[in-house]
């Protein structure tokens, strides 16, 4: 328990001393010290662990993104599965729920397109 707050203090500290140096220096240092610490633990991983797996990870999911996040799903509208049965929605049960699309893809792409602005 006493660990736990001494962590917080700690991190709420090198936090205010951070803001208050500005962002030249303080805000510069942390942004640097994190990049530099995050470059050393993906270095970590990538030798300590079996490099060609990863390395082939990132390709694979790299590609998965541009198809599927960028390409497919921006265009995705499920017409068929809004259709009612015998207006031409599959039958075998294979579809998507009527009101999944309307209420989340479109839906949730929107809402993060308007609130990128304010949640960076």
Do not use: C
């Not at 990870?57 to 960028?70: A, D, K, N, R, S």
């Not at 068929?80 to 031409?88: D, K, N, S, V």
């Amino acid at each position: 328990n006493n660990l736990y707050i001494t962590v917080i203090w700690v991190v709420t500290i090198i936090a205010t001393i951070s803001v208050v140096s500005g962002l030249n220096f303080g805000i510069k240092l942390l942004s640097q010290a994190a990049f530099v610490m995050g470059t050393i633990l993906w270095f970590l991983v990538l030798v300590m662990d079996n490099p060609w797996f990863h390395l082939n990870l990132i390709v694979e999911e790299t590609g998965f993104y541009f198809q599927y996040g960028i390409f497919l799903l921006q265009f995705w509208t499920d017409a068929f599965g809004q259709l009612y049965p015998g207006e031409g929605r599959a039958l075998d049960g294979e579809s998507a729920a009527q009101w999944f699309q309307n209420a989340w893809t479109v839906f949730y792409l929107t809402w993060w397109a308007a609130w990128a602005t304010f949640v960076g």
